[in-house]
Every structure is written in C-alpha cells, then in structure tokens.
C-alpha cells in the first residue's frame, strides 16, 4: 500500500512536506497547484513552489526524508501544459501531476481546475498533450473529482484521462459542488477503477486507521492520499500501515517547535503566526491540548509572541 501525502495550497509547502516526511510512512509527496496560463514558468517559479527540484540532480526531488516529490500542474492549454510539464521533467519531479479538481471561483472562472470535468475531451486534450511532451517512462498523474455539478460525468472522465495515456489517477470522491462536505463517496471510486485499468488512489476523509481500511475495502484500492488527516494526525501514515501508535502530543509539541524554527528562518516568515494557528485547528480535531494551545495563542498576533507561548 502506498500512503501519498496530499497537494494542499498554501497548507503543505516544502517545509510541511520535510516535517511530516520526516516522520515517517508517506510514500510520496505532491506540491501545491502551480498555476500555468500561457507561458513556459521560470526555473525560478518552479523551485519557489518545488524547492526540492534544486537539488534534483545529485539527490533526486526528493524531501530532506528521502521522500519523491511530484510537481501539480493547474491549466487549461494542452500545448502550454505540455511544455511546462517537459520542462518539471527535466527539472527533476517525480512526474507530473495534473490538477483537475480544484473548486475555486477564480480558477474555475478562468476555465482551470475542477471546470473541465464537465467535458471529458478537456481532460483527453490536455492529458495526452502532456504524456506526448515528455520522455516514455515519466509517470503522468492527474487528480479528479466525482464531477462538477453532478456525477453523471465521473466515468467517462476516467476513461478519457486513461486513453490519453495518463499512468495513475487520483479521485477524491466528491463533485466540485459538494466541496468538502462529509461523506466522501468511496463507493463511487470502486465505481472507477472497475471501468479503467490504471492504477487508481483514494482520496477523501480518511482521518484515521478505521476510515484507511473501511476506504480501501470500499474502493478496492490499495494506495491512498491523505491531506487534511495527516495535519491532523502527523504521524497518520505510520499509524494506517500499522508501524506506529498515533504521536503523543510531547512529540507533536516538538515538531511544532521544528516548524517554527523553519519557519521564522525562511522568506516564508511573514506568515508564520497565520500558518502555526491554520495547523493548530486541524490538530486541535484529534489532540485537546492543541485546543488549549490554540485558544492561547489565538489572539497573539506577532511571531514573537506565539514563539514566547510555544
Ligand atoms: C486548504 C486545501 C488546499 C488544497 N489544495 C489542493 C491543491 O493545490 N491541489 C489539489 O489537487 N488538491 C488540493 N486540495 C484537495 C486535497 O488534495 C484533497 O483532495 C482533499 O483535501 C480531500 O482529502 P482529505 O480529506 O484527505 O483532506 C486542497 C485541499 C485543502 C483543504
């Protein structure tokens, strides 16, 4: 079973992937979105989202942990993708990764992300752009939602993504008009993987060791991808494989110390107070001292300050 780490804009950067990576049990990373309108993204863009990528070359784009890292491409122009895509290949990314579920306003507005489900040509078009861009064994993924609207759709779309040539598929097992509200259909991605032969991840609402078997047995998938479960649980990886009890808070005090000492280093300081409190409310849904710590914290507004209370 491979437990993927989930792409999660403005939530796991670099630096969340190195801890969490750190900790153990997470097979691969995917980055957040990078967004591709008409041009070919600079080298520098790509390492800003993909640090990792720099040192590709000697070490592969892997995290600190050893862990691959494949960059998420958000667009709609088969050609402008295919070149971007080409061009995270010979960066060094462990594939490509192809976003085709997000919700946003802006983004569907301008006819990317989750929008395209509503014709499976969009996703042919785009898919096998990429997959003839670049070399014969990089792996092409693309992450899909059950649809737009409704899930009239879901099948095809599937299939599509796989006759262009795409290697796996990742569903997360709700339309863009569900957004994130529970449940997450698993049932509908059994309904999937029966219809294509590539290699399908279940994605939605896995928080726990329970919800990773109940999904698994459901979708008769055997890899998943956790997001929001694995800020919640950082050690939720090793816990689903079964190689480790859920973290003691100690631990997790630590590693909120790791991340603030990354964090207040880096050029990504300015939004250090924002993030350690964005993290603290998905850990406060499984340890109550992040809650205490949370209410502690909630009205500090400079990074001293939160640093003065942790
Ligand atoms: C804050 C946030 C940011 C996200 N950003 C991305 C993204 O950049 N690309 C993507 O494909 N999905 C993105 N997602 C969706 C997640 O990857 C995942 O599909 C979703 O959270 C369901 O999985 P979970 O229940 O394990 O969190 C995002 C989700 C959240 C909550």
New binding site residues.
């Given amino acids: 079973m491979r437990v993927i780490l ?7 950067d670099h630096l969340m992937r190195d801890l969490l990576t750190k900790v153990g049990g997470y097979d691969l990373c ?1 980055t ?2 990078v967004r591709v309108v008409d041009q070919l993204i600079s080298d520098r863009a790509f390492f800003r989202y993909c640090p990792e990528l720099k040192n590709a070359n000697a070490y592969g784009c892997t995290t600190q942990a050893g862990t691959p890292v494949r960059v ?1 491409l ?1 667009g709609q122009h088969p050609t402008c993708m295919g070149d971007n895509a080409a061009k995270v290949i010979e960066l060094g990314s462990h594939g490509v ?1 192809i ?1 085709f ?2 919700p946003s306003k802006m983004v569907n507005n301008n006819r990317g992300g989750a929008i395209l489900l509503k014709d499976p040509e969009n996703l042919y078009q785009i898919v096998s752009a990429i997959k003839k861009s670049v070399p014969e064994d990089a792996i092409v993924s693309a ?1 899909i939602r059950l649809g737009y609207e409704d899930k009239s759709l879901a099948i095809e779309n599937a299939q599509a993504i796989e006759a262009a040539g795409a290697n796996e598929l ?1 569903v ?1 097992a ?1 339309t863009k008009v569900e957004g ?1 509200k529970p449940p ?1 259909h698993w049932q509908w991605i059994a309904k999937i993987k029966q219809s294509i032969n590539i290699p399908v991840i279940a ?5 726990s060791v329970a919800d990773a078997q109940k999904c698994r047995e459901i979708s008769s998938c055997n890899d998943i ?6 800020l919640m649980l950082p050690n939720l990886a090793q816990v689903i494989k079964q190689v480790a009890p859920a973290l003691p808070w100690y631990k997790v005090q630590a590693l909120l110390l790791d991340y603030t000492e990354c964090e207040t280093y880096g050029d990504k300081s300015k939004y250090y107070p924002n993030r350690i409190k964005q993290w603290l409310k998905y850990l406060k849904l499984q340890y109550r001292e992040a809650d205490e710590l949370f209410q502690e914290i909630r009205i500090l507004k400079t990074t001293e300050d939160i640093i003065n209370k942790l």
């Fill in positions: 989930a792409p999660m804009d403005g939530v796991l995917v957040e979105f998420q958000l990764d976003n579920g997000c992450k990742t997360h709700r994130y997450a994605n939605g609402d896995i928080f991808m956790v997001g929001r479960g694995a």
